[in-house]
Structure formats: C-alpha cells, structure tokens
C-alpha cells in the first residue's frame, strides 16, 4: 500500500492531469495508513494559478501550522503569494484505526526522525497539476499533530464533521485566523 502511494506520488509529474477528478479550491489533507510512518498529502485546489503562486509552492518557504478546534484539527500553510487551510477529522475517514496506530508511533520517534509531507497544486479549472513539493517536517511537528488527531472522537457523523465545520469557518474566518491560534507552525524541510 505504501508503494502504491509512493509511486503515486513519484509518478505525478507538473502539467500532468491530477489524479483526484475535479479537484475544488481550497486544500485537502489526505493522510494515509500504509507503511510503517504516516503519509501525508496536502492537495491545493486554485482557479488558474499565477507564475508566482506556483513558484512560491515549489520553491519558496512555506509555514505548515496545526490549530486545533475539537472536534477538528485544522492544517495550515502559507507562504509567499499563498495561504490555505484544511479541516481534518479522522472519526470519518474509512482507516482511522490503522492511521491512529501510526500516529501513536510518533512519540517513539528519535529527536532526529523527520517525515514525508507532499504537496501538490492543481489548476482547479482543468484539474491540471501546477506545482509539486516533496518536504519533511520534524518529529515535534509530527507529534503535536499525532496528538491532536489522537484526541479526535473515534467515531463521528457527517452531520457533527459538517456542524464543527461551519462553527470553524465562523469562529477562523481566514487562514490567518488559524495561524494566530495554531499549536505549532513549522518551516517545510527539504
């Protein structure tokens, strides 16, 4: 499974068509179970992006930011010419108990681990591929993170994933929002 995802990931090349139908403004974080260390993609959605947007996804510095919101944990990041944000709730996804297992791993990790975060835009217009990062965070990244997804409900419906939501979106009505409120924002390592 992890091969799968890795080969996804190695095999998307910029001005490809993206492999998710009709990818929607905004960001989505896809974690996944397979492998022995969690595997994160952060997907970004924008309606014809500039030369500079997508430079600023493959090449400049970008922040990654956790804010927590029970039920919801939300993922941030931004740069220059770019800013986004992704709710995530693991008491929805179909392999929550098997992404909760690697996640109890972090803490386990040495100060040194550092794990894979990809970061892929897309032209939300024709669902062409704009900008592609592969990164690291750090394991205090990785562990305030694992432990805001650990203390997420095991369970949730989409009626409560949707409720938390809009009170979100009222409560951070911005990106910059939620990086005033976030646990830890982290330089993407290379």
Known sequence: MREDRDMLATKMRVRDEAPWPNVP?????????????????????????????????????????????????????EGEKVSFDAPYGLGIVEKAEQIRTQLRAVDGWTDATRCAVTIVLVDSRDNTIRGLRYATLGKTWWSVFANAILAQPEHMTRATYDAALDADMRRYPSTQHLVRAAKIIEPLGL
């Open 25 to 77: 403004e905004g960001m989505v974080l896809h974690l996944d179970s397979a492998g022995n260390q969690p595997n994160a993609m952060l997907v970004m959605g924008m309606r014809k992006p500039s030369a500079g947007e997508e430079k600023a996804i493959r090449q400049k510095p970008l922040r990654v930011g956790i804010t927590t919101s029970d039920p919801l944990t939300w993922i941030t990041v």
